[in-house]
Structure formats: C-alpha cells, structure tokens
C-alpha cells in the first residue's frame, strides 16, 4: 500500500524553527491531500495542516503566520517550516495523507499515516 516516513523533529528552545519532512512510497495512483496532525501527551490528535493536490491550504488557528506546509509532488513529500517555536507546540507530529491506490486488489483511496517524530520547545 503506502508508507509514509517522517524526518525532522527534535528539541529546540522557545522561538527556534524546525523543519519537518514527510515522504510517501509505495503504490500511489495519485495524492489527494497530505498534511500533518500533532498530539500531546493526555490529548487528542489535532490538524496542524494540510496541502490538496488541487492547491487548497489549510492551517489551525494556533499555527497561522507561524508554520508554513509546503509539498513537492515529484517526490510525494511534504514539508512543515515552523517557525517561532513556542512550548505548547510540543508534542507528537504524524504525517498523513490520502492517496489513489490499491486496496484489497481494486483501485481506491486510502488514508495513511506516519509513525511520528517528536518535536519538543524547551529552554
């Protein structure tokens, strides 16, 4: 089916920036959306943002001005650029994505995920 690897976190302190990344391999058709979700600890999955192929954007309201999604289709990867830091951004963040492909020998759309890279702002 389809894989997604993430690349990128790590620990940065208040006001750093990281730069995340997120390829999809595998038996792609075609991508409907692809974006990252982030859950803390002792909270539920959240949308951070996400890029649709046809072009529309869309960002929480925590990140607005702050993080920019950025997609390169030749390589089916995404980019998260964030910028000025601050520590309730910590937590888990998880590539996603939609994607034409096979499931159960006929041709579908499937939603995958990544396994995750932890981002974590501390001074």
């Known amino acids: 089916q389809v894989q997604l690897v993430e690349s990128g976190g790590g620990l940065v302190q208040p006001g750093g920036s990281l730069r995340l990344s997120c390829t999809a391999s595998?038996?792609?058709?075609?991508?409907?959306?692809m974006g990252w979700h982030r859950q803390a600890p002792g909270k539920q999955r959240t949308m951070v943002a996400s890029?649709?192929?046809?072009?529309?954007?869309n960002y929480a309201d925590s990140v607005k001005g702050r993080f920019t999604i950025s997609r390169d289709n030749a390589k089916n990867t995404v980019y998260l650029e964030m910028n000025n830091l601050k520590p309730e951004d910590t937590a888990a963040y998880y590539c996603?994505?939609?994607?034409?492909?096979?499931?159960?020998?006929?041709?579908?759309?499937?939603?995958?995920w990544g396994q995750g890279t932890q981002v974590t702002v501390s001074s």
């Open positions: 996603h994505g939609d994607f034409h492909t096979l499931i159960g020998g006929r041709y579908d759309v499937g939603s995958f």
């Open positions: 595998g038996r792609i058709f075609g991508v409907v959306t």
């Open positions: 890029i649709r192929t046809a072009g529309d954007i």
